[in-house]
């Protein structure tokens, strides 16, 4: 019984901890370098066979929702030439790529809102989308190789138009935020209202300082959820320690039984045993009556 117990123990042990892991990861933002990678592949499986120069808007799952990419594949020395203009962005010309490769693609993100689920800059508020601008490598064949690639900014840098802004503080002076790739934030003026400038590829976005108002909110918020979090896991372990108890209760009513039987068998008459394969069994050797006669007298 008890290394039954135990491994019951152990079993629920690694049930919460799973549980308690994910919602840890549940409460932490994704991985953006993840969906990075699903968007391009998505992108591929999409587009089967891509055109030079074409704008692909690419539609995603619908749990992905709320979330916009576009694509278009160039030609490096066109795109130095040229640079490219399509809808929040604007890159000069002069722009160098880096690997060089004949082929270039550029993948334009708009997380919608799943920006806050991937990207966050502490003590402030987003007004506007998390935008993204990713170049990759590109063949003749596959419209991305998913080898992202960095851009080289030699004359002006390249500009991003913030269309949709939530409302805030007049006082207050939005801030143009660049995400890098290691995690970092760095911060830069607008040029001018909702325009920022941006010196290399990646994610951007605007914010303004966090209000205290908005900061007693997301406290109480967060409050509220570890309370909840700790009373589901409350509950979870009472309910575990219960079903544990009445294990060990109804296994010691029937050892108790066992030994009460046990006992009553050994007051009673003693009987020989015998063995049926594995089991072993009571045996009452076997005797005859002696006959006896009702009257003495034998007939002659």
């Known amino acids: 019984m008890g290394l039954k117990v135990e491994r019951w123990c152990q079993i629920t042990w690694i049930i919460v901890c799973l549980f308690l892991s994910s919602l840890v990861e549940a409460s932490d ?5 993840s969906l990075d990678t699903f968007l391009c592949k998505h992108a591929n499986r999409a587009i089967g066979k891509p055109r030079t120069g074409a704008f692909y808007n690419i ?3 619908g ?6 990419i576009s694509v278009v594949r160039l030609r490096t020395v066109s795109f130095w030439l040229r640079g490219v203009n399509y809808s929040f962005f604007n890159i000069p010309k002069r722009v160098v790529p880096q690997p060089n490769r004949k082929r270039m693609a550029i993948l334009y993100e708009n997380l919608g809102n799943w920006s806050s689920h991937y990207y966050n800059v502490p003590n402030y508020t987003m007004l506007a989308p998390v935008f993204g601008i990713i170049p990759y490598t590109s063949s003749e064949t596959t419209l ?3 080898e992202k690639m960095n851009l080289i900014i030699q004359g002006k840098p390249i500009r991003i138009q913030f269309p949709h802004i939530r409302p805030h503080a007049k006082n207050v002076t939005p801030i143009c935020v660049k995400f890098g790739a290691d995690g970092s934030v760095k911060f830069r003026n607008m040029i001018k209202p909702y325009v920022c400038e941006a010196k290399s590829e990646g994610h951007y976005t605007i914010v303004v300082p966090t209000t205290k108002s908005h900061t007693q909110n997301l406290s109480k918020g967060f409050k509220f959820n570890i309370w909840w979090v700790l009373g589901f896991v409350i509950c979870f372990v009472g309910l575990f320690v219960l079903v544990l108890v009445l294990i060990i209760v109804v296994k010691v009513v029937k050892r108790r039984k066992i030994r009460k039987m ?5 007051k009673g008459e003693a009987f020989d045993t015998f063995w ?3 089991t072993k069994v009571p045996f009452a050797s076997i005797r005859r009556t002696q006959p006896v006669l009702e009257n003495d007298d034998v007939p002659s």
């Open 262 to 266: 046990e006992k009553n068998s050994e």
């Open 59 to 61: 539609s995603l799952p």
């Open 29 to 33: 933002t994704y991985d953006h370098d």
């Open 276 to 278: 049926i394969g594995e």
């Open 144 to 146: 991305i190789d998913c």
């Open 63 to 68: 749990n992905f929702t709320g979330i916009d």
